[in-house]
């Protein structure tokens, strides 16, 4: 029995789109392959070049998918030879009080920006948003300056007050735009069963805003971590140097160091970042999303 033409066009036209379906996830898929391939590539050549030594560099070529002679050698030299451990504690005790006390303060502050209509808000909110527009590298010879005169150069509480600086200022203005779209009923109803503005606000909104919290807490983290701009200007006593500074004097400073050294300098320094993805991946994809869609 042959079909009406009406049955045969439909078909045609339900194939043809299902064609144009499939070839959209093939070329999809293959653009994701070779995006991730270019960007997973330069990791896997640092980790092979930190379990290379010099003359396997040499024979080594990008083709080579494996080293000719694996050694940890490399990593031995970082851990026991160089002040790896010290400049690592320098690090977190930066980026955990800094992040720490700027985070504090950003929901304090993100939550009272929202809430409350506070005296001069707008220009506050203006002056924020125009903060965040200036490249971090310009305010940096001016914060020498000031820190300067104050005598806090050189010291663990300057580099901290001044990173801190850095966290409140994104941290409170993403705080507050995540909250500005959370509905008021919550607070509404916590009220009437008796507790207060302040309770109301911190017991029912902060638990709410844990996502876009620990997103920007993680921010807040692993910009200090990676810093060298800011560190570089504001510490000159090597016990007191960062991952950062201690990677760019071992790499084109006072001390040579050959590449194999320096990758597995690279690896150790980016491992707890990536720990910190690895657990937090969640919160990362849902902080990132809630931010830039909030």
């Known amino acids: 029995m042959r079909r009406p033409r009406y049955a045969e066009a439909y078909y045609k036209k339900n194939t043809y789109y299902k064609r144009i379906s499939i070839i959209k996830k093939i070329l999809s898929h293959i653009i994701l392959i070779i995006v991730g391939v270019y960007s997973i590539f330069p990791i896997y050549y640092v980790i092979l070049t930190s379990l290379s030594s010099v003359n396997s560099i040499a024979e080594t070529s990008l083709s080579d998918l494996l080293p000719k002679f694996f050694s940890l050698s490399n990593y031995y030299l970082i851990l026991f030879k160089y002040p790896f451990l010290t400049w690592l504690g320098n690090t977190l005790i930066f980026c955990t009080a800094s992040t720490a006390i700027g985070i504090a303060f950003a929901i304090i502050a993100g939550i009272g920006m929202s809430r409350f209509n506070i005296p001069g808000k707008k220009a506050i909110l203006y002056m924020m948003l125009i903060l965040t527009m200036f490249p971090f590298v310009v305010m ?155």
């Open 140 to 294: 940096v010879i001016p914060l020498y300056f000031m820190f300067a005169t104050l005598h806090l150069i050189d010291t663990y509480q300057g580099l901290i007050l001044a990173y801190t600086g850095g966290a409140l200022v994104y941290s409170s203005w993403l705080i507050m735009n995540y909250v500005n779209s959370l509905p008021r009923d919550y607070e509404e109803a916590a009220q009437l069963d008796g507790l207060t503005q302040s309770q109301a606000l911190f017991r029912i909104l902060v638990p709410m805003s844990r996502p876009v919290i620990i997103f920007a807490t993680l921010v807040a983290f692993m910009g200090p971590y990676t810093d060298y701009a800011l560190a570089g200007q504001f510490i000159t006593t090597p016990s007191m140097y960062t991952l950062a500074i201690g990677l760019y004097y071992t790499s084109t400073g006072t001390v040579v160091m050959n590449y194999n050294v320096y990758a597995a300098f690279s690896v150790l320094m980016g491992l707890p970042l990536f720990i910190l993805f690895f657990v937090f991946q969640k919160y990362l994809v849902t902080g990132f999303s809630l931010a830039t869609y909030k």
